[in-house]
């Protein structure tokens, strides 16, 4: 029976977390158990002792506590050196995507037509996201596209699953994002090094700054500065 891990990078999400750590327990997926990884990253309000309160026995739930937020990047990371799955997918800690997904997600990996599959929340049209999201999104995957020769629509999309085969090309590289540049960091090291990127419609159910939405205008110019940087540097 093959193993999925399930990273959960988590950042003041009392709100959330314990719904999203039940919802990923709930998935079956046919010859596949789960880990799940949940990396609390300094949170600063209740989020430790709602996971702590969270049931743990049959979960297969591993609880990390870094002493001071570092950053998502530095949490997906920790997440990465701790899974021992033959999968792995990263899962936000907030309710903007759905864990009955994984299936979509992984059967590519799991049948071998692809060792990455990212969630698209725009390859089919979603009339909930914001047109500023539309926007910096487009111009975000569109650059990484430029730069790197791929073809991509959702180059943000925290729903990125990969086989454990994929892993030992991430540690060569030296994954050094510390916050949100994780994402075009990754994509471009996979992008560079030809590692191909299958992309799968998602649904997604965005929340607003005021539900808690991490992701700020300087995350997006940072964005810019990872891709460039991954491309010339």
């Given at each position: 029976m093959?193993t999925?891990?399930?990273i959960?990078?988590?950042?003041?999400?009392?709100?959330t977390?314990?719904?999203?750590?039940e919802?990923?327990?709930?998935?079956k997926?046919p010859?596949?158990?789960?880990?799940i990884?949940?990396?609390n990253?300094?949170?600063?309000?209740?989020?430790?002792?709602?996971?702590r309160?969270?049931?743990k026995k049959?979960?297969?739930?591993?609880?990390?506590?870094?002493?001071?937020?570092l950053g998502?990047?530095?949490?997906?990371?920790?997440?990465?050196a701790?899974?021992?799955?033959?999968f792995?997918?990263?899962?936000?800690?907030?309710?903007?995507?759905n864990?009955q997904?994984?299936?979509k997600?992984?059967?590519?990996?799991?049948s071998?037509k692809s060792?990455v599959v990212?969630g698209?929340?725009?390859?089919?049209?979603q009339?909930?996201?914001?047109?500023?999201?539309?926007?910096?999104?487009?111009m975000?995957?569109?650059l990484?596209?430029?730069?790197?020769?791929?073809h991509?629509?959702d180059?943000?999309t925290?729903?990125?699953?990969?086989d454990?085969?994929?892993l030992?090309?991430?540690?060569?590289?030296?994954?050094r994002s510390?916050?949100?540049?994780?994402?075009p960091e990754?994509?471009?090291?996979?992008l560079?090094n030809?590692?191909?990127i299958?992309?799968?419609?998602?649904?997604?159910?965005?929340?607003t700054?005021a539900?808690g939405?991490?992701?700020?205008l300087?995350d997006?110019l940072e964005?810019?500065?990872t891709?460039l940087r991954?491309r010339?540097w």
């Open positions: 093959k999925l891990s399930v959960i990078p988590v950042y003041n999400e009392e709100q977390v314990a719904e999203v750590i919802r990923v327990a709930a998935v997926l010859r596949i158990k789960k880990e990884i949940v990396v990253d300094g949170s600063t309000d209740r989020t430790r002792e709602r996971i309160l969270t049931p049959g979960n297969g739930l591993i609880v990390h506590n870094q002493l001071i937020n998502k990047g530095a949490a997906v990371r920790t997440g990465l701790l899974a021992s799955g033959d792995i997918i990263i899962q936000d800690a907030d309710l903007e995507l864990p997904e994984y299936y997600i992984l059967s590519p990996i799991v071998g060792q990212y698209s929340r725009f390859a089919k049209g009339n909930a996201i914001s047109l500023r999201t539309k926007v910096a999104n487009g975000l995957t569109a990484t596209n430029c730069l790197f020769g791929g991509l629509t180059m943000e925290a729903y990125k699953a990969f454990k085969k994929v030992g090309f991430l540690s060569k590289t030296k994954l510390l916050e949100f540049e994780f994402e990754i994509t471009a090291k996979l560079k030809k590692i191909k299958l992309e799968v419609p998602i649904e997604y159910h965005p929340r700054v539900a939405k991490k992701i700020r300087k997006g964005a810019i500065l891709l991954c010339f």
